[in-house]
Every structure is written in C-alpha cells, then in structure tokens.
C-alpha cells in the first residue's frame, strides 16, 4: 500500500498569505496524485487532478505541481472561505489511498 | 454538475448488517466508475470499494474484504454498499462518489453528502 504523508498537520496563517502544503508517497506515483477540500460536515471537493490539472470551478489562486513521489499544493493568497483540511490523494495503486490531511487554520 | 444522494446508514449492533445506497442524478451514471469512501469521526479518508461502470472490475480495500460487498443498478441509476459482520471501527460517515481519470484508477470528482454508520451495542 502506497502511503501519503502530509505536511504540516496545521497550517496557521492570515487572509492574504501564500499556502504551501506538501505530500509525499511511499513510491513514485508519477502524476497520478489529486487534491481535495474538505470542510467541517461537508463531504471532500475536488480542487486538483493528476498533480496540476484544477478541476471545474476551482479557482486560480489554486495550484499543484510536483511528480514521482513528491507534490505541492499553493493557495497564492488565501481567501477566508479556504480555511479548511486538504488531503491529497493516489491513483496510481489500488489500493486508493489518501495522506492523512494538513488543516489550514487562521492564524 | 453531477448529485449523489445516500441513504441506508444508522445505528446497529456489532456483527449486524446494513446496506447503503446512493441515487445518482445528472450525469451518465451507467458510463460512470463509482466508489465509496468513508471517514471515521474526526478522522481522515479511507477509499473502501471501487466498481467499473458495467460491474467487470470490483475491488476492495483489505479492511472491508469478504464483508462488504458493492454493486450497482444502471437501470434505477443506483450504487449500493452491504455491509455484513459490522464492527466498531466500521463507525463512519460513508460517502459514494464518481471516479474518473484516464489510465489508472482514478479520483473523485462528484460526492454524496455522506451518510452516518454507527456500529455499536
């Protein structure tokens, strides 16, 4: 089972400032990695795809980029409704398996 | 934009049963690959099941295997979950969702709003 490590488990910062959060597999994964949102008793949204590809309707602010087994989400300038936990998740091996998230909370 | 809707999920006892369903609308769910994916309270996300749009291709996770069992309806557009030999650590709040992606597997682009499963005497 391919294992996903999030990092930082809390991101602390202001309306305004640039998200960096990070996610790392066990093995490579190539670009099959994806991101999403969750907030508090909502189910999760799709924001990224295959590493870099933004789903419909996310905004530009946000952005994936890395491959193998090292990945990056940024939120450029964080907006009050993004406050809220990011999972990353891969395709690349079954079974499916998502990081443990990293909550980005208001500092 | 595609809606999953759940239903089925509530309060039983260890070693019971329950089955899930989710409606799906708005979109082609017979051409659709679907999965459910659960979250324990207060925990992360764990992917459960996988099945192809005409059911040739079904997986699960270690956890769940020889328990839980999934299918699908095309013709009622509907996904279901039984979920047999229920244990505690099975208490979670079960979300359907579409997978797409080309190649491998894929990720979920639409969810249900989730439904709750408490195991527990």
Redesign the interface.
């Known amino acids: 089972e391919i294992v996903l490590t999030q990092s930082p488990a809390t991101l602390s910062l202001s309306p305004g400032e640039r998200a960096t959060l990070s996610c790392r597999a066990s093995q490579s994964v190539s670009s099959y990695l994806a991101w999403y949102q969750q907030k508090p008793g909502r189910a999760p949204r799709l924001l990224i795809y295959d590493a870099s590809n933004r789903a419909t309707g996310i905004p530009a602010r946000f952005s994936g980029s890395g491959s193998g087994a090292d990945f990056t989400l940024t939120i450029s300038s964080l907006e009050p409704e993004d406050f809220a936990v990011y999972y990353c998740q891969q395709r690349s091996n079954w079974p499916l398996t998502f990081g443990g998230g990293t909550k980005v909370e208001i500092k | 934009q595609g809606q999953l809707v759940e239903s089925g999920g509530g309060l039983v006892k260890p070693g019971g049963s329950l089955r899930l369903s989710c409606a799906a609308s708005r979109f082609t769910f017979s051409g659709s690959y679907m999965?459910w994916i659960r979250q324990a309270p207060g925990k992360?996300?764990?992917?459960l099941s996988?099945i192809s749009d005409s059911a040739d291709t079904i997986?699960y996770?270690?956890s769940v295997k020889g328990r839980f069992t999934i299918s699908r309806d095309n013709g009622m557009n509907s996904l279901y979950l039984q979920m047999n030999s229920l244990r505690a650590e099975d208490t979670a709040v079960y979300?359907c969702a579409r997978v797409v992606?080309r190649?491998?597997?894929?990720?979920?682009?639409y969810?249900?709003?989730?439904t709750l499963v408490t195991v527990s005497s």
Do not use: C
């Open positions: 999965s992360g996300l764990e992917w996988y997986l996770t270690d979300y992606g190649g491998n597997y894929g990720h979920a682009d969810w249900g709003q989730g």
